[in-house]
């Protein structure tokens, strides 16, 4: 496979989450990602506890871990010298440090003007700029957790969802710079932010207050668009999603699961009527499917093309038939020799998945190897000599 940013240069200086899934969607597109860790122990995501444990085997594969201490006025030097050599930066520190430490845009543009330098920030400019954030603070404030959560009790989203797609936001920046670099030979500063993304997740219920001038109810207490769209209970108790979106699934769902009586109930026959007795048709539905096996359920929604998924665990995910066969999950190994599977990225390039050339680095792996690459560099340089 020819992968599409095979020969661009990216030096990650970034921790957690928005910042090293941005490197790693780039690192899979084929960029050479080197992230920049701190000396000793290096970036302190490898080493969070319970729920932080999966973020950094999960958005640092594909990369080189290069160690320097960005305080020291050597190290500087060191990392000027290697942004020197990028064409792509990414950074999610608060604003300002890069520019304390005289890695700012305006000060690497000097030495490097066609760099593409992407910050990712809590916000963009404005009245919030210097605030600290993270997804839970954005989630709050950008009204997603209000809309997650049922009245009352604002939640989470489940996954750090603003932190990724702002990564992946990022990536849109970056790559669309390239593009305009390779016309105009100039490179670019972006920004993507957190906040303003959530506000992006939100907008459609954003609009909807606009055109209703009413509050939009919680996704939990939401006025249902269909009778049919809920989560039911097996025979063993376990959960199911079934929908029925048309009037030809409608009728599709009452004749799989044997209920006549209500598909030949006049008063049933438009979705807005069902939706207006959505109790009663839930209540019949749900003491046909408590009769029957999980297993039996999947099989007559599938063989009816009705919409079903049954409620799975993260853990479930591992032994997923589609993702297994498809081969969505790759093997990584992490540096203590621990083995674990990890998505790839979904998506495919002529039916292939963008595959995982290397697994996550141990600290500074690759720092000597990159030191000797800036002084061979640096001697070509200063004798005329280019790598060829």
Known sequence: MILPLDGVRVIEISHMVMGPSCGMILADLGAEVIKVEPRGDGDKTRYL??????????????????????ADPDDQETVRMLLASADVVVENFRTGKMESYGLGYEALKEINPGIVYCSLKGFL????????????????????????GPPGRPLRAGASVNDIMGGMFGVIGIMSALMVRERTGEGAHLTSS???????????????????GEDVEPMPNRMAAWAVYDIFRSAEDQMIFVAAVSDSQWRVLCEVFGLHRLAEDEDLATNPQRVAQRDRIHAELQSVLGSLPLARIEELCDGAGLPYAKVNKPSDLASDPHLLQTGALTPTRLPDGTEVLVPLLPLAVNGEHLPKRSDIPAPGEHTQEILNSLEVNSRQANTGKRTP
């Not at 957190?194 to 209703?212: I, P």
């Open 194 to 212: 957190l906040f303003e993304n959530n506000v992006f997740l939100v907008g459609n219920h954003m609009v909807q207050a606009e055109l209703t």
């Open 49 to 70: 506890p319970g729920s932080g444990s999966g973020l950094f085997p999960s958005f640092n594969r594909n990369k080189k871990s290069f160690q320097a201490d960005l």
């Open 125 to 148: 400019g404005g009245p919030y700029g210097n605030r600290p954030a993270l997804d839970e603070v954005v989630q709050m404030l950008g009204g997603l957790g209000y809309m997650t």
